[in-house]
């Protein structure tokens, strides 16, 4: 083709009075007059192109002896376009796709404003519906996806000891001790550990009350015989379970950068650090300030509780979602800061001649956060009427500031609570009698489905940034 002489858009846009469009083997004549009314849609700046270059920018092709303008578009959805030119309006049927009727008036740089008022709500609420609606179906497809490369991980970790001294009893022992529900043994070997967990937590509260403390003759408190011989027992028990985890674990390496591994040393670590530290102590009395160091070491007894999370899918659920929920909690910790810090000053400026529990901000603080949080402890509370009503719309917004984070984690809990009884179904089922010789069964669909559909996302996105791009983009679909 040769570039546009004057004389050829002398005739385009001024003596024929019209321009020829080929959009997708769909050939129609347009008005210049008709154009004109839209300049920033991208056939109207077609009237305004001075080179061959600039209208190879606006569409796919031009021929120079018809003066054609060829678009390489969908010839279906053209219509509404033409239609937008006559009533400068734009309508959506229904059976239309909306992300394909989105991304061709886009195309063609008309805005959605133009959609009329009759296909509007419906246009706009089936545009944002499927963002809505989609959490399960999108989080059942990330739970296959992750549960496919989770039980990838299992099985690789499960290889490792085929080449090893006694690999196949090593393997029994480390999937026994990792997983309770895969036979059995494991089961029992469960229920005794939480057992021990249950018992050492119940000493450590009893230990606590009055009614079960001892004396020496010297008045001070001293432990109860039983008591540290449950807690001893619970101490023999725990480093058994750590050390025979450690023995048959895959790789030693990375044994301890499972967080399961890291709360199995801190359920003992206090109590021999504790042990070290007395024994420092009698041989050097000149360090006795370390026995308060002791009795912090003693409180951190309570990690032992998390030791349930290897027993409960739950906790191991509630667990990853917190982690992953990052956002979510800092976005609701900011909320209640906000509302604290507001009420809490309206509250010190209406309360504090009268009332001797809020006659400082901090201490203001304290009421706010207790009532945003609906705890209502009832230790301070406004008395005047202006206080009371400050203190109900602290409490109305505490509760819409609490319940609006809480959906999204909810719904980030169920996801990993799916996949992780996808995990462990798949764990059970798995049998190494005589090696390791297949993965269990997978949805090799959905995970291939889910993979194809992010590339296809990342393709039109990556469309989006110029408009040659979005021909190719289409003529691939």
């Known amino acids: 083709m040769t570039g546009l002489s004057l004389e050829d858009l002398t005739v385009l846009n001024f003596e024929n009075n019209e321009i020829s469009i080929n959009v997708g083997g769909f050939k129609k004549k347009l008005r210049w007059n008709t154009l004109s009314r839209f300049p920033e849609t991208r056939l109207a700046r077609l009237l305004s192109c001075q080179s061959k270059e600039s209208i190879l920018e606006l569409c796919d092709d031009y021929d120079d002896t018809e003066k ?41 740089g008309i805005n959605e404003f133009f959609i009329d008022s009759c296909c509007s709500t419906m246009y706009h609420g089936r545009k944002i519906e499927p963002e809505q609606q989609d959490w399960d179906d999108k989080s059942e497809e990330e739970s296959t996806t992750s549960s496919f490369d989770e039980i990838l991980g299992f099985y690789n970790d499960a290889s490792k000891f085929d080449n090893q001294p006694l690999g196949n009893i090593r393997r029994r022992i480390w999937l026994m001790l990792d997983n309770p529900g895969y036979s059995i043994l494991s089961r029992i070997f469960s229920f005794l550990s939480i057992l021990v967990v249950l018992g050492s937590i119940a000493t450590m509260c009893m230990n606590s009350m009055s009614d079960f403390q001892k004396f ?67 041989s050097s009395p000149a360090l006795a300030n370390l026995g308060r160091v002791a009795q912090v070491l003693r409180l951190m007894r309570i990690f032992r509780i998390l030791k349930l999370a290897r027993h409960s899918t739950g906790l191991r659920s509630l667990g990853a979602t917190l982690k992953n929920s990052y956002k979510e909690v800092g976005l609701l910790l900011l909320y209640l800061s906000v509302g604290v810090s507001f009420f809490s000053v ?24 207790v009532s945003m949080t609906t705890v209502g402890y009832g230790d301070v509370v406004p ?51 005589e090696g390791i010789k297949e993965v269990p069964s ?27 791009d979005q021909s190719l983009n289409n003529s691939v679909l």
């Not at 992010?454 to 996105?461: D, E, F, P, T, V």
């Open 68 to 108: 054609e303008f060829y678009f390489d578009r969908n010839p279906a959805l053209f219509p509404y376009v033409l239609n937008f030119y006559n009533t400068g309006r734009l309508h959506v049927m229904a059976e239309l796709c909306i992300f394909s009727f989105s991304q061709e008036i886009e195309y063609w």
């Open 216 to 282: 020496d003759s010297e008045g001070k408190q001293v432990e109860d015989p039983m008591f540290e011989m449950v807690e001893h027992f619970g101490i023999g028990w725990f480093t058994f379970e750590l050390v025979a985890r450690f023995a048959v674990a895959p790789s030693l390496i990375r044994f301890f950068e499972h967080p399961l591994n890291l709360i199995d040393l801190m359920s003992i670590l206090p109590f021999y650090l504790t042990l070290f530290i007395n024994l420092v102590v009698e």
């Open 442 to 468: 997978i949805n090799l669909r959905n995970y291939y489905a889910h993979k194809v559909k992010s590339l296809m996302a990342s393709l039109s996105n990556m469309s989006r940034t110029s408009p040659s």
């Open 346 to 369: 309206v509250a010190y400026t209406i309360e504090k001649e009268e009332n001797d529990g809020l006659t400082t901000i901090p201490a203001c603080w304290w009421w706010a956060t």
């Open 383 to 433: 008395g005047s009427i202006a206080g009371k009503l400050t203190a109900s719309a602290c409490i109305l917004a505490g509760i819409l500031v609490v319940v609006l984070p809480i959906t999204l984690i909810f719904n980030k809990f169920s996801h990993f609570y799916k996949r992780q009884k996808q995990l462990e179904s798949a764990m059970r089922s798995c049998d190494f009698d």
